[in-house]
C-alpha cells in the first residue's frame, strides 16, 4: 500500500491533536497526551531525563523493525510546530479501523521510531530559544554542557539510529527567491565538514529529502527552500551526519494567514509521514542528488509590512522611499503581543511584504497622541476608534492599564503614562506608529506596524497588538 498526498491530507483531518491549537503550549499540557500513549499499546513511553527545572523528557517508541529512525522536537522551546506535528503522527500509528492498518503493519515490521517530541521543556515554558540556563542547546552538541543536550547525545549514542529527523521552526522572513512567496518548509541535509563532502550517509540524507519536496510540491507548490548549509561543528544535525545517521532538518516556516502555523503543521505531518514511507521502502535510494542541489536556499527578503514610494521631507527635502515594518512577539504568560519596528528605510524594490503596497502621492504624516482625557477601556468601540484614527490619533491615555489591555483587539495604542513618544519623521528602530496620506486626507494608519486603510476600517481582530 503506498499512501498519496489525499490520503495524508485524510489522515491529517482524522487524526490532528485537538488539545493543541496554540503554538505556545506548555510541558503540563502535552503530560496527559503523552500519559494517554503509554496507556495504549501501540506507543512504549519512556522518561530518558528530566531537565534543569526538573521536568520529563519523554521518548517515545513505536515499531519493531531493523531501521531505527530517531526523531526529535523543540530543542529551541519556542519552535514548537513539529511537535505539534509529532503528536498528531501518535493518534494517526495508534488509530486501526480506518484503512491504513495494512500501511502501519508494514512501518512497523521494517521500521523502529524513536520520538522525542519536547527536547526543551523548561524553554518551552518561557516560550524562548534557549534552555533555563541560557544555552543554545543546538550550539551544545560538541560540549553537551547542558543535561538536556547530554540527553540527546546519549539516545544518539545509544541507539545508533540509521535516520534522524532534526525538526525547527525559521523565522517568518525567509522567501523563496526572486518572489514574496513565504518558504514555508525548509529542508537540509547538514554538513559533516566545512568542505560540504558529500558521503553514503549525506547522500542518502539528501535523496531522502527529494522525496519529501516532491510531496511537498503537491501540497505548498513554490514554497519549499533549503536552508543554509554552511559547517556547524556545534549543532546536532551536523553531528548526527557525522556520527553515521542520515540527517534530515526539516524547518517549519510560514503560511500566510496561518500565525498558529497550522497548516505548516500539517505539511510536517505528510512530509514525515513520506519520508517513512520512503525509507522503509528503499525509494529514496533511487532519487539524484543533483535534484536536491536543484532545491533553492532560503533568502532572507519578507517584511511584515512593505510600503513602497512614501514621500517624506526632511530639512526642507523631499525624497520618495520605501519603508519596511517588522513585528517582534513579546510573551505575556501563555499569550503574546507584539512591537511594530520600522526595520529600514530606502530603496527595497528588491523585498517583499506580508502585506505591501505602493502608496505614491501619499507622504508621511506624524501620529498624534490624544491627551484630553483618560479612557476606560470598556468606553473604546470601534466607532470611537475610527473617529480618532481619522483624525491622526495613533494613541490614547487609559485609566485602567492592564495585561488586558495589552492583548486588546482595537488598533490603537493604549497608554497608562506619557513616556510613550512619536516622532515627527521616519527613522530606523522607532515604533511604526505614523500616517499616511495629505494634510486634507489621511488615507492610511500605521499603528504599532499593522497597515489600515482607514476608509475600510471593519471590525477586525487585532489581538495580539501591544497598545
Not at 164 to 189: D, E, K, R, W
Not at 341 to 348: K, R, S, T
Not at 427 to 432: E, I, L, P, S, W
Request: charged share 25%.
Amino acid at each position: 500500500m503506498i499512501l498519496t498526498k489525499e490520503d495524508f491530507i485524510n489522515a491529517f483531518s482524522l487524526y490532528e491533536e485537538k488539545a493543541l491549537t496554540h503554538r505556545r503550549f506548555k510541558h503540563r499540557d502535552i503530560l496527559p497526551l503523552v500519559k494517554k500513549r503509554a496507556a495504549g499499546r501501540r506507543w512504549m513511553v519512556d522518561e530518558i531525563g528530566r531537565s534543569v527545572e526538573d521536568r520529563a523528557i519523554f521518548r517515545l517508541k513505536y515499531g519493531e523493525g531493523p531501521i531505527k529512525v530517531l526523531l526529535w522536537s523543540q530543542m529551541h522551546g519556542d519552535e514548537p510546530t513539529a511537535t505539534m506535528a509529532l503528536f498528531d503522527l501518535f493518534n494517526f500509528f495508534e488509530a486501526e479501523g480506518d484503512g491504513f492498518d495494512s500501511w502501519r503493519e508494514e512501518l512497523a515490521s521494517k521500521l523502529t521510531l524513536y520520538c522525542i517530541p519536547m527536547l526543551n521543556p523548561d524553554g518551552a515554558e518561557r516560550f524562548q530559544r534557549r534552555t533555563a540556563m541560557d544555552v543554545d542547546m543546538n550550539r551544545d552538541a560538541r560540549a553537551t554542557a547542558t543535561v538536556e543536550a547530554a540527553l540527546l547525545k546519549e539516545q544518539a549514542m545509544t541507539l545508533r539510529p540509521d535516520f534522524a529527523f532534526n525538526l525547527h521552526n525559521q523565522n517568518n522572513y525567509y522567501n523563496i527567491p526572486g518572489t514574496g512567496t513565504p518558504v514555508t518548509i525548509s529542508l537540509l541535509a547538514p554538513a559533516y565538514d566545512y568542505e560540504r563532502s558529500i558521503n553514503t550517509v549525506r547522500g542518502d540524507a539528501m535523496r531522502v529529502i527529494v522525496g519529501i519536496n516532491r510531496l511537498l510540491q503537491e501540497l505548498i507548490p513554490g514554497a519549499v527552500a533549503r536552508y543554509d548549509d554552511a559547517h556547524t561543528p556545534r549543532g546536532f544535525g551536523d553531528n548526527f551526519q557525522k556520527w553515521g545517521a542520515r540527517t534530515i532538518l526539516i524547518e517549519s516556516g510560514a503560511y500566510a494567514g496561518d500565525p498558529e502555523k497550522l497548516t505548516v503543521r500539517r505539511c510536517n505531518f505528510a512530509a514525515l509521514l513520506h519520508a517513512f514511507q520512503e525509507i522503509a521502502a528503499a525509494t529514496y535510494t533511487r532519487y539524484d542528488i543533483a535534484d536536491y542541489a536543484a532545491i533553492p536556499f532560503n533568502d532572507e527578503k519578507l517584511h511584515d509590512v512593505l510600503i513602497r514610494n512614501l514621500e517624506i521631507v526632511r530639512n526642507g527635502k523631499t525624497m520618495q522611499v520605501d519603508v519596511a515594518i517588522r513585528q517582534t512577539e513579546k510573551t505575556v504568560g501563555t499569550d503574546y503581543y507584539v512591537d511594530g519596528i520600522i526595520e529600514d528605510i530606502g530603496d527595497l524594490q528588491d523585498f517583499y511584504g506580508y502585506t505591501d503596497v505602493d502608496v505614491r502621492g501619499l507622504q508621511f504624516i506624524p501620529a498624534k497622541v490624544y491627551t484630553e482625557r483618560r479612557f476606560l477601556l470598556d468606553e473604546l468601540n470601534l466607532p470611537l476608534v475610527r473617529s480618532l484614527l481619522k483624525t491622526g490619533y495613533a494613541a490614547v491615555m487609559i485609566s485602567d492599564q492592564s495585561q488586558e489591555t495589552l492583548l486588546h483587539p482595537l488598533p490603537l495604542r493604549l497608554l497608562s503614562s506619557d513616556t510613550f513618544k512619536v516622532s515627527d519623521n521616519l527613522h530606523v528602530g522607532m515604533n511604526a506608529d505614523f500616517f499616511l496620506g495629505s494634510r486634507d486626507n489621511v488615507q492610511y494608519g500605521v499603528i504599532n506596524g499593522d497597515l489600515i486603510d482607514l476608509k475600510n476600517i471593519g471590525d477586525t481582530n487585532y489581538k495580539g497588538r501591544a497598545m
